[in-house]
C-alpha cells in the first residue's frame, strides 16, 4: 500500500485544519433561508443558492447557536425590517466548522448584514419592474374598464385579519348593496405568492366587477411577496380591474404599479371604492333632480298655455254663442212668420174640405129622405143581387133603423 494512512479522526481533523487555514476564519457567506427550524434555543437553516428555475444548486448548513442568537437578534431590530423566515435572502458572517461526530460541515452564524438584505429586497423589485415595463404589463391591469357602478366586488386577504375588517367596516358604513366574495389568503411569509396568485385565479372565475387585495401594515421584508414577480404578473394580467390596499405609508409595492387603482391601506381601498359608486349615485341624483326641475318648468310653461288656451276658446266660444243666438232668434222669427201664413192658408183648405165633406155628410143625405140599407153582416145594399129572398135587411132612416126581411129580388 502506496500513501498516507489515516484513521477517521485524523482525516477528518486534517479536512477541518485546511478549510480554517483556506479561510482564515469566519466568513460573511451570502445566500437564501431554507428550512428553517428551533430547537433548545438554537436556530438552524440552511443557506442555498438557486438558479434562475429555483432550483438548490449549493447548500450549506446553519447553526446559530443561543450563545450567539442575542447579539444577532438585536442587530435584525435595530434595523426594523429583517427577520430569518424562509426565502429571505441574506448576508451572514461565521466560521465553517466540521463536526466530526456528525461527520458534516457547517456555518456557526455569529453576525449579520440586514443592509444586505433590503438592498437585495430593492435590487429584485427593480429587476421585476424592468421586466414588466419590457414586456408592457405595468399599464395592462389599468387600461381595463371599470364597471360604472362595481359593488360586486372579491376581497382577498387573511381572513379574520384586521385588513379583512377594517375594509368591510367602510362598505358597511357607506349603506351600498355590496356583494362581497372573501378569498382567504396569506398575505406574507413562504409561500404567499402562490396563495395569493390563486386567489386572483378564483377572483376572475367568479366574474366580480373588481379585485381588492389588501392587508394591514408591516415591514419591508413583512411585504416583500407584493414586490415578487408572479403576483405582479397575476395582477397585470387579470381579467378583472385590481384595486390594493397595502398597508405602507412610505413604500410603493410593485403590486401597487401594476394595480388598476393603488390605496395606502385597506380601508383607504374601500374608501375608494365607496367614492366610485357613491359618485355614480350623485350623478344619478343629480340627474333626476333636473329631470324633475324640467318636468316642473314645462308643466309651469304648458300649463300657462293651457290657461291662455282656455280664455282663447272661452272667448270664442261666448262670441259664436252670441252670433248663432242671433241667427237662432232670426231664425226663430221667420218661421213663426211662416208657420202662421201656412196655418192660416191650411185652416183655409181645412174649411174648404170640411164644407165639401159636410156636403156629402151621410146623416145630412138620410136628413133628405135617403136612407141606407145593409145585411146583418153589414155589408151595404148597393144592387139587388146583393140580397137573397129569405136576408134580414136592416134600412138606417135620419130617426132610426127599420128591420125587414127579402122575400124577391129582381
Same mark, same amino acid.
Given at each position: 500500500?502506496?500513501?498516507?494512512?489515516y484513521t477517521?479522526?485524523?482525516l477528518?481533523?486534517?479536512?477541518a485544519?485546511?478549510i480554517?487555514a483556506? %479561510?482564515?476564519?469566519a466568513v460573511?457567506?451570502?445566500?437564501?433561508?431554507?428550512?428553517?427550524r428551533?430547537?433548545?434555543? /438554537?436556530?438552524?437553516?440552511? &443557506?442555498?443558492?438557486r438558479d434562475?428555475?429555483?432550483?438548490v444548486t449549493?447548500?450549506v448548513?446553519? =447553526?446559530l447557536?443561543?450563545r450567539?442568537?442575542?447579539?444577532?437578534?438585536q442587530? &435584525?431590530q435595530?434595523?426594523g425590517?429583517v427577520r *430569518?423566515?424562509?426565502?429571505?435572502k441574506?448576508?451572514i458572517r461565521?466560521?465553517?466548522? *466540521?463536526?466530526l461526530?456528525?461527520?458534516?460541515?457547517q456555518?456557526s452564524?455569529q453576525? #449579520? @448584514?440586514?443592509?444586505?438584505? %433590503?438592498?437585495a429586497?430593492?435590487s429584485e423589485?427593480e429587476?421585476?419592474?424592468?421586466?414588466?415595463?419590457a414586456e408592457n404589463?405595468i399599464?395592462?391591469n389599468?387600461s %381595463?374598464? &371599470?364597471a360604472p357602478m362595481?359593488l /360586486?366586488?372579491a376581497l382577498?386577504?387573511? @381572513?379574520?385579519s384586521a385588513?379583512?375588517?377594517?375594509?368591510?367596516h367602510? %362598505?358597511?358604513e357607506s349603506? &351600498?348593496p355590496?356583494?362581497?366574495e372573501f378569498i382567504?389568503?396569506?398575505?406574507?411569509g413562504?409561500?404567499a405568492?402562490?396563495t395569493?396568485t390563486a386567489?386572483l385565479r378564483?377572483a376572475?372565475?367568479n366574474k366580480v366587477d373588481v379585485?381588492a387585495?389588501v392587508?394591514?401594515?408591516?415591514s419591508?421584508?413583512?411585504?416583500?411577496?407584493f414586490d415578487?414577480e408572479v403576483?405582479?404578473?397575476a395582477?397585470a394580467?387579470s381579467?378583472?380591474?385590481?384595486?390594493t390596499?397595502?398597508g /405602507?405609508e #412610505?413604500?410603493?409595492?410593485?403590486?401597487?404599479v401594476?394595480?388598476?387603482?393603488?390605496?395606502?391601506?385597506?380601508? =383607504?381601498?374601500?374608501?375608494a371604492?365607496?367614492?366610485i359608486?357613491?359618485e355614480v349615485?350623485?350623478?344619478?341624483?343629480?340627474a333626476?333632480?333636473d329631470i324633475?326641475e324640467i318636468v316642473?318648468?314645462? *308643466?309651469?310653461?304648458?300649463?300657462?298655455?293651457?290657461?291662455?288656451s282656455?280664455? /282663447?276658446a272661452?272667448l270664442?266660444? !261666448?262670441?259664436?254663442l252670441t252670433?248663432?243666438r242671433?241667427r237662432?232668434?232670426?231664425?226663430t222669427?221667420?218661421l213663426?212668420?211662416s208657420?202662421e201664413?201656412t196655418m192660416?192658408?191650411?185652416k183655409?183648405?181645412? @174649411?174648404?174640405?170640411?164644407a165639401?165633406?159636410?156636403a156629402?155628410?151621410?146623416?145630412?143625405? *138620410?136628413?133628405r129622405?135617403w136612407?141606407i140599407?145593409?145585411?146583418? !153582416?153589414?155589408t151595404v145594399v148597393?144592387?139587388?143581387?146583393?140580397?137573397?129572398p129569405?136576408?134580414?135587411?136592416?134600412t138606417?132612416?135620419?130617426d132610426?133603423t #127599420?128591420t125587414?126581411?127579402?122575400t =124577391?129580388? @129582381?
Amino acid at each position: 500500500m502506496s500513501g498516507v494512512n489515516y484513521t477517521v479522526t485524523e482525516l477528518m481533523t486534517a479536512t477541518a485544519d485546511a478549510i480554517k487555514a483556506r %479561510l482564515g476564519g469566519a466568513v460573511w457567506v451570502d445566500g437564501e433561508i431554507s428550512g428553517a427550524r428551533e430547537s433548545r434555543g /438554537h436556530f438552524y437553516f440552511d &443557506l442555498v443558492d438557486r438558479d434562475e428555475k429555483g432550483a438548490v444548486t449549493a447548500k450549506v448548513p446553519v =447553526a446559530l447557536w443561543s450563545r450567539a442568537r442575542p447579539k444577532v437578534e438585536q442587530k &435584525l431590530q435595530s434595523a426594523g425590517a429583517v427577520r *430569518l423566515e424562509e426565502g429571505v435572502k441574506v448576508r451572514i458572517r461565521g466560521p465553517l466548522e *466540521l463536526w466530526l461526530a456528525g461527520g458534516r460541515l457547517q456555518l456557526s452564524m455569529q453576525d #449579520i @448584514d440586514p443592509a444586505f438584505t %433590503l438592498e437585495a429586497l430593492e435590487s429584485e423589485r427593480e429587476r421585476v419592474l424592468a421586466v414588466l415595463r419590457a414586456e408592457n404589463l405595468i399599464d395592462r391591469n389599468r387600461s %381595463l374598464a &371599470l364597471a360604472p357602478m362595481p359593488l /360586486h366586488i372579491a376581497l382577498i386577504t387573511a @381572513d379574520e385579519s384586521a385588513a379583512q375588517a377594517d375594509f368591510m367596516h367602510s %362598505l358597511i358604513e357607506s349603506r &351600498l348593496p355590496w356583494r362581497v366574495e372573501f378569498i382567504d389568503s396569506k398575505v406574507q411569509g413562504a409561500g404567499a405568492e402562490r396563495t395569493i396568485t390563486a386567489a386572483l385565479r378564483t377572483a376572475q372565475r367568479n366574474k366580480v366587477d373588481v379585485i381588492a387585495l389588501v392587508r394591514g401594515g408591516g415591514s419591508r421584508l413583512d411585504l416583500a411577496v407584493f414586490d415578487h414577480e408572479v403576483v405582479a404578473r397575476a395582477i397585470a394580467t387579470s381579467s378583472v380591474p385590481v384595486f390594493t390596499g397595502i398597508g /405602507h405609508e #412610505i413604500d410603493t409595492s410593485v403590486a401597487d404599479v401594476v394595480a388598476h387603482c393603488a390605496n395606502k391601506t385597506p380601508t =383607504a381601498c374601500a374608501e375608494a371604492l365607496v367614492d366610485i359608486a357613491m359618485e355614480v349615485v350623485t350623478r344619478g341624483e343629480t340627474a333626476w333632480g333636473d329631470i324633475a326641475e324640467i318636468v316642473s318648468t314645462t *308643466l309651469d310653461v304648458e300649463r300657462e298655455r293651457l290657461a291662455r288656451s282656455a280664455r /282663447h276658446a272661452a272667448l270664442g266660444a !261666448r262670441t259664436r254663442l252670441t252670433v248663432e243666438r242671433h241667427r237662432l232668434t232670426s231664425t226663430t222669427s221667420r218661421l213663426n212668420r211662416s208657420l202662421e201664413t201656412t196655418m192660416k192658408s191650411e185652416k183655409q183648405s181645412l @174649411d174648404v174640405f170640411t164644407a165639401r165633406l159636410s156636403a156629402v155628410d151621410p146623416v145630412r143625405t *138620410l136628413a133628405r129622405g135617403w136612407s141606407i140599407t145593409r145585411t146583418e !153582416r153589414g155589408t151595404v145594399v148597393r144592387r139587388s143581387t146583393d140580397v137573397s129572398p129569405g136576408d134580414t135587411l136592416v134600412t138606417t132612416v135620419s130617426d132610426g133603423t #127599420i128591420t125587414s126581411t127579402a122575400t =124577391a129580388t @129582381d
